[in-house]
């Protein structure tokens, strides 16, 4: 699903294409830009109201029997799981030079399709039923045990996001090195899913894919903060920038949340 962490521009790219400014190296002068504020103000509150439209998406799909015929039953249901990974990594050949339209337009039907099939969780804890996943494991999911599941992605959340924004030092070598797994985990995961079909390569799938996805958080945060002064002043630059740093940001909050609300709701 973070195929799309490999469509944003590297540093080189960027000094090549951008009139390029020094970097605060201390905390306090960090702290104290205006221009980068802003700009992180603006990633956290895209991605803040992709996760209002997913939640009130997730609600309406799974507590509204019309639209839960239709958006949880076949062939939709197919686009729900798979559009994302399939846009994502399109989108990674296809949108190396992305507009600030065809970024946002990434955004806002990613963001769609994955509130869409958060619907499934909500759909269960609504009707007080259990599901089986592929791999036979049993999950009973509660609103309670969705709020504790959110809460706790919020606060680790807000945790490594603080600390890959204050970091003294640039953090790409492991964002590149969690990219590399992120395709790795997608790669097993898909296996388990189609041949092995194992619970316990699922579970130990997903605890590595909660260790993965936190690092990105705060890698993905760090290399936001450097990007900003590499684009300078160049408003295209930082509007793309905006929404693909969302989009990353975005799926990062996502994965947790249902890596977790799903080790939270396992019966085995």
């Given at each position: 699903?973070?195929?799309?962490?490999?469509?944003?521009?590297?540093?080189?790219?960027?000094?090549?294409?951008?009139?390029?400014?020094?970097?605060?190296?201390?905390?306090?002068?960090?702290?104290?830009?205006?221009?980068?504020?802003k700009?992180?103000?603006?990633?956290?509150?895209?991605?803040?109201?992709?996760?209002?439209w997913?939640?009130?998406?997730?609600?309406?799909?799974?507590?509204?029997?019309?639209?839960?015929?239709?958006?949880?039953?076949?062939?939709?249901?197919?686009?729900?799981?798979?559009?994302?990974?399939?846009?994502?990594m399109?989108?990674?050949?296809f949108?190396?030079?992305?507009?600030p339209a065809?970024?946002?337009?990434?955004?806002?039907?990613?963001?769609?399709?994955?509130?869409?099939?958060?619907?499934?969780?909500?759909?269960?804890?609504?009707n007080?039923?259990?599901?089986?996943?592929?791999t036979?494991?049993?999950?009973?999911v509660t609103?309670?045990?969705?709020?504790?599941?959110?809460?706790?992605?919020?606060?680790?959340?807000?945790?490594?996001?603080?600390?890959?924004?204050?970091?003294?030092?640039?953090?790409?070598?492991?964002?590149?090195?969690?990219?590399?797994?992120?395709?790795?985990?997608?790669?097993?995961?898909?296996?388990?899913?189609?041949?092995?079909?194992?619970?316990m390569?699922?579970?130990?799938?997903?605890?590595?894919?909660?260790?993965?996805?936190?690092?990105?958080?705060?890698?993905?945060?760090?290399?936001l903060?450097?990007?900003?002064?590499?684009?300078?002043?160049?408003?295209?630059?930082?509007?793309?920038?905006?929404?693909?740093?969302?989009?990353?940001?975005?799926?990062?909050?996502?994965?947790?949340?249902?890596?977790?609300?799903?080790?939270?709701?396992?019966?085995?």
């Amino acid at each position: 699903m973070a195929a799309v962490l490999g469509i944003f521009p590297g540093k080189e790219e960027l000094m090549s294409d951008y009139q390029t400014r020094s970097i605060p190296a201390g905390r306090d002068e960090l702290a104290m830009d205006p221009g980068l504020r802003k700009f992180m103000l603006g990633v956290y509150q895209k991605m803040g109201l992709g996760l209002v439209w997913s939640a009130v998406l997730a609600y309406v799909i799974g507590t509204v029997p019309a639209v839960t015929s239709v958006v949880l039953a076949p062939p939709v249901i197919y686009l729900v799981q798979w559009g994302p990974l399939v846009i994502l990594m399109g989108s990674s050949f296809f949108m190396r030079n992305a507009s600030p339209a065809a970024s946002g337009l990434l955004y806002w039907s990613i963001v769609t399709l994955m509130g869409a099939g958060l619907g499934v969780w909500v759909f269960i804890a609504a009707n007080a039923i259990s599901a089986e996943t592929v791999t036979g494991r049993t999950l009973t999911v509660t609103f309670d045990g969705m709020a504790k599941a959110f809460l706790l992605t919020a606060a680790a959340f807000g945790a490594l996001s603080l600390y890959g924004y204050t970091s003294k030092r640039s953090l790409s070598g492991l964002h590149s090195f969690m990219i590399m797994a992120t395709f790795g985990l997608v790669a097993i995961s898909l296996l388990n899913f189609f041949l092995f079909k194992s619970p316990m390569l699922e579970i130990i799938m997903q605890v590595v894919t909660l260790g993965v996805f936190a690092l990105l958080v705060a890698t993905q945060t760090n290399q936001l903060r450097e990007s900003y002064y590499y684009l300078a002043n160049d408003q295209r630059g930082q509007a793309v920038a905006t929404n693909v740093g969302a989009l990353n940001l975005y799926i990062a909050f996502v994965t947790i949340f249902q890596m977790l609300l799903s080790l939270m709701s396992s019966r085995d």
